[in-house]
């Protein structure tokens, strides 16, 4: 036998841990003497532990192991949940819609076969060449052997095992390649495995000794080294797996989808942007944790999951991981941990928080959540609330390409657990009458997908400072709202400042019985919540836990904090801080995790946790419908987005005049002629000819009066530069004109006759339109995607980002058209020129809503363009396309400050000027409150 010793590794190994033959070598037969002696005198030397606790891995728990493997190893698939409506919506500045710049995910074709390698920075330790036929590069072959981890060595070193090294078996005689002993079955067999099928595929290891046995008397060579689903595993693995009695690698495991649950779910939704729009306690666009101010509202399970997440006792504990320190992996584009994650970071903390606070959080669960065992039959549901009842840190290893933590070759990731109200009674999906498999139906191997190493990517959209509308919402949310299984709390429970509930009971750490009870010490390392060094200053969750799953914690001999056991494959110090960290307790004492061996949670630890008496529902899951919000008027209304039908359908509001359900069409609280908003009541204090303000850009400014009817005009004209060579030319790029008219009766009739039109008509008026390319800054968002305010188009097809159905001239509204005569009016009188309009577009923005920086430059728009501002005063700024300029001197200069600001009032026209002016420029207008604008267009669509 040869024996290939490689150690790869960007960071240079302790000494005595430095491997005898660099990595990639044909060592010669003396150092591979060398090497062996070494090993030899090493492989007895490892620490036996204090009477392991282990369980001891009897025929009967192997068997048992065998029987129910782990549900945990990673199955992810890339999602896409991001949003950010483009060119004149893309860019909004909507709170809700904030995008966060460190987005990891990214879409990729779905039910492609990927198949992540874990790789490590790890001394590797092949025992043979592969056989001849395998016809992996040498480097692929190296990195296929156990990795044993750098750290975990070094971990071992520091405990006093002085130059430990993986224990090598005997050389083994060779033999002819022989099929892997795993039993995963050939893709092509798995890949038709019927999801029907409930049952597990039973591994066809056997008991561990007869394993030992099979390999050494065998004297295999070394078996395929990626014999579990791209998991690395070399003889030695097999061997330290063997003699330290923990199980089998198991496969992937994939959860069965079983069809819908029979009883349809209080909320759901087909698109990213209904969940948004329609419930308070879910507004991350981008993010899995929708939090503000380090509450958490609302958790979203779908892709990206991590090893050891878990969906045990039909949803009653839910087991998922923190999200952030994301990438993706540069050659996979899979995501993986970059970073550690840490209790100092945003969304960990948070869920800290409400572990410790024991805040109710409500989780959700999107189509690309694996571990979900039913078709959820749509696009997200919402589960319930749930409490967090625990959280700790594993050891998550580097994955290929990504850097590793200075001496490590791991990441921290944060597990997080999360437990049912029993409040709610039993999870909506449970039916007794319905097929909802059991735990052990749940899961069958699945090899098309290892992904041991993602990891979530869970980011905060940038919450607006106050969630906008939620304190509002909550507020007003019925105790009960239209169905009483919507799994809110009982009538008569109360809604605290519409957000979660505080602890009412107060933390048990000052009670002085607390200190008295060791368990309660022994609690700490299931996260005591934020508390890298495990000290223990919040309690009471992590005791009641400790109570509750009658699980023996250790104290960890290194760092004397206690740890509970929470695999059955053995204690592990959960102390991130710990050298002993993540090193599993065997009977042959500490061993590091070999790659493949999945841990199995504990059953003890997996128990579901009854609710403590301190946690309770704060609100529904269901807002309340639109007919039972104080009415508030045409555009004010405080669910403009969006509202959750009795059907259980979330909507987006996408017509104006009525909340309609796309699903069972059932419409709610249709607006009436008594809705009418009348200008006055909108229009606040008059301007100061537009309280205009402007900055270099702005070469020349006009004012002008006009009469019948009067008007008084302003006129910026807005600077283009051409450069020849470093000098600059000044150009005019175009001409703004602000039309402040002296009476607006005219203006007032239009704006109610819009309304009029709106509420009178059947058909929709005023609809909010789909994006045409839905996606973010950064990544699609999951669903068809809205523009925020709704837009009615006469005339010609203007071919913008939203998808707009043009209305003929003929048949448009009377108010339409009168729109358009007056702009053409005005435009002939401030140009002294017909424009040739042939298209208009209303807009009508509710409270909130705005139009955010675009251009109107489509092809084939003519230089002309006019618009009316109807009802709340707006802002209208212009900037420069262009925003670092370039000064005569060659120097650049950032141009921040728009060119031009401007308030637009009711009964306003502003005409703009000049086709560079689109290209030079863009314009966003924020309106004040509710309001209608009329823009008119001349589009040659022959272009
Ligand atoms: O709301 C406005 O006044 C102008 C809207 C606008 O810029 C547009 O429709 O392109
Ligand atoms: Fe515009």
Redesign the pocket.
């Known amino acids: 036998m040869s024996l290939h010793l490689t150690g790869h590794s960007s960071h240079s190994l302790p000494p005595h841990s430095q491997p005898l033959i660099e990595y990639g070598q044909i060592p010669s037969t003396d150092q591979l003497s060398r090497r062996s002696k070494r090993l030899q005198g090493q492989r007895d030397a490892l620490i036996p532990l204090p009477p392991p606790k282990c369980p001891r891995l009897t025929r009967s728990t192997a068997a048992k192991l065998e029987r129910s493997p782990s549900l945990l190893d990673d199955l992810s698939d890339d999602n896409n949940e991001d949003i950010g409506p483009h060119s004149?919506v893309e860019k909004e500045e909507d709170p809700d819609f904030s995008l966060v710049t460190s987005i990891t995910r990214q879409s990729k074709p779905r039910g492609k076969n990927r198949r992540v390698e874990p790789t490590y920075n790890t001394l590797d330790v092949e025992v043979e060449p592969l056989p001849k036929e395998d016809k992996k590069p040498a480097a692929a072959r190296a990195h296929s052997a156990w990795k044993v981890s750098r750290a975990n060595v070094s971990a071992l070193n520091a405990l006093g095992l002085r130059d430990w090294t993986p224990a090598i078996p005997p050389p083994l005689p060779k033999r002819a390649s022989r099929p892997d002993a795993s039993n995963a079955p050939p893709k092509s067999k798995l890949k038709k495995s019927s999801t029907k099928e409930t049952e597990l595929r039973q591994r066809t290891d056997t008991t561990p000794l007869r394993e030992l046995t099979e390999i050494i008397g065998t004297g295999s060579t070394v078996p395929t080294l990626t014999d579990h689903l791209g998991i690395s595993s070399s003889l030695f693995t097999k061997v330290l797996r063997i003699i330290a009695k923990l199980p089998a690698p198991v496969q992937i495991l994939k959860v069965i989808k079983h069809p819908p649950p029979k009883t349809r779910p209080p909320v759901w939704a087909e698109s990213r942007q209904e969940l948004c729009e329609t419930l308070p306690y879910y507004r991350a666009y981008q993010s899995g944790l929708y939090m503000h101010a380090k509450m958490g509202y609302g958790y979203l399970l779908d892709g990206f999951g991590a090893p050891r997440d878990i969906w045990a006792h039909e949803g009653r504990v839910i087991i998922s991981h923190g999200g952030g320190q994301s990438t993706h992996h540069p050659s996979t584009a899979r995501v993986v941990l970059c970073d550690d994650q840490s209790s100092e970071q945003a969304r960990i903390d948070t869920l800290l928080q409400a572990a410790r606070n024991r805040t109710p959080i409500v989780l959700l669960a999107g189509e690309g959540y694996e571990l979900l065992p039913w078709e959820p039959g749509c696009t997200y549901v919402v589960l319930g609330w749930y409490w967090v009842s625990a959280t700790w840190v594993e050891a998550e290893p580097v994955a290929q390409g990504i850097e590793a933590p200075a001496g490590r070759d791991y990441h921290h990731r944060y597990k997080i657990r999360f437990d049912w109200i029993d409040t709610q009674g039993d999870p909506w999906w449970i039916d007794e009458h319905s097929s909802t498999p059991s735990d052990e139906e749940i899961v069958e191997k699945m090899v098309e997908e290892a992904s041991p190493d993602t990891s979530s990517d869970h980011y905060d959209s940038g919450l607006p400072l106050v969630p906008s509308g939620l304190e509002d919402m909550l507020k007003l949310l019925p105790v009960s709202s239209h169905k009483e299984n919507c799994n809110g709390p009982a009538p008569g429970h109360l809604i605290v400042d519409g957000l979660p509930t505080p602890p009412i009971t107060p933390p048990r750490a000052k009670d002085p019985m607390d200190h008295a009870s060791p368990s309660l010490r022994s609690a700490s390392s299931i996260e005591p919540i934020g508390h890298d060094k495990c000290e223990i200053s919040s309690p009471t969750t992590a005791t009641e836990i400790i109570d509750a799953l009658d699980r023996p914690e250790q104290i960890c001999p290194t760092c004397k904090q206690p740890s509970l056991q929470i695999y059955l494959e053995g204690w592990t110090c959960l102390i991130h801080s710990c050298p002993q960290f993540w090193l599993l307790s065997t009977c042959i004492g500490l061993t590091p995790i070999p790659p493949g061996i999945s841990l199995t949670y504990h059953p003890s630890f997996l128990r579901h946790m009854s609710t403590p008496s301190s946690v309770k529902i704060p609100y529904s899951i269901l807002p309340p419908l639109p007919t039972t919000l104080p009415g508030g008027g045409m555009g004010d209304r405080n669910i403009w987005k969006g509202f959750v039908c009795e059907c259980g359908r979330a909507n987006c509001r996408y017509r104006w005049e009525t909340w309609e359900c796309r699903h069972c069409g059932k419409q709610f609280g249709a607006l009436t002629n008594a809705d009418i908003v009348p200008p006055e009541v909108l229009n606040s204090a008059g301007t100061l000819l537009g309280n205009a303000l402007v900055n270099d850009d702005i070469l020349q400014t006009e004012i002008k009066r006009l009469s019948s009817p009067p008007a008084t005009v302003l006129t910026y004209q807005l600077q283009g530069s051409v450069f020849l060579y470093s000098l600059a030319l000044l150009t005019i790029s175009g001409v703004v004109y602000h039309i402040i008219p002296d009476f607006t009766a005219h203006s007032d009739a239009l704006f109610q006759a819009y309304q009029q039109e709106a509420v009178s008509t059947q058909d929709p008026l005023f609809q909010r339109r789909a994006l045409k390319a839905n996606t973010g800054l950064f990544l699609p968002v999951k669903g068809q995607t809205l523009a925020q305010h709704f837009?009615l188009n006469s005339g010609a097809e203007y071919k913008?980002a939203v998808d707009t159905v043009s209305v003929s001239f003929e048949d448009s509204p009377a108010c339409v058209m009168e729109a358009l005569a007056l702009l053409r009016t005005e435009a002939l009188r401030v140009l002294g020129e017909e424009a040739n309009f042939n298209e208009i577009?209303s807009?009508l923005?509710c409270q909130g809503q705005k139009?955010n920086w675009?251009?109107?430059g489509e092809e084939g728009l003519g230089p002309i363009?006019a618009?009316?501002?109807l009802g709340s005063q707006?802002t209208?700024s212009f900037r420069r396309k262009t925003r670092r300029l370039r000064l005569p001197d060659g120097q650049t200069k950032v141009n921040a400050v728009p060119s031009l600001s401007i308030t637009?009032s009711h009964g306003d026209v502003?005409i703009m000027q000049g086709d560079k002016l689109q290209r030079r420029y863009e314009?966003?207008?924020v309106?004040k409150g509710f309001?209608i604008?009329a823009?008119a267009r001349y589009i040659d669509n022959a272009q």
Do not use: C, E, F, N
């Open positions: 004149r837009t913008y577009l807009v923005y139009m675009h251009d109107d363009v618009s009316l501002s707006a209208m637009l502003v314009h966003r207008v309106p309001r604008a823009t």
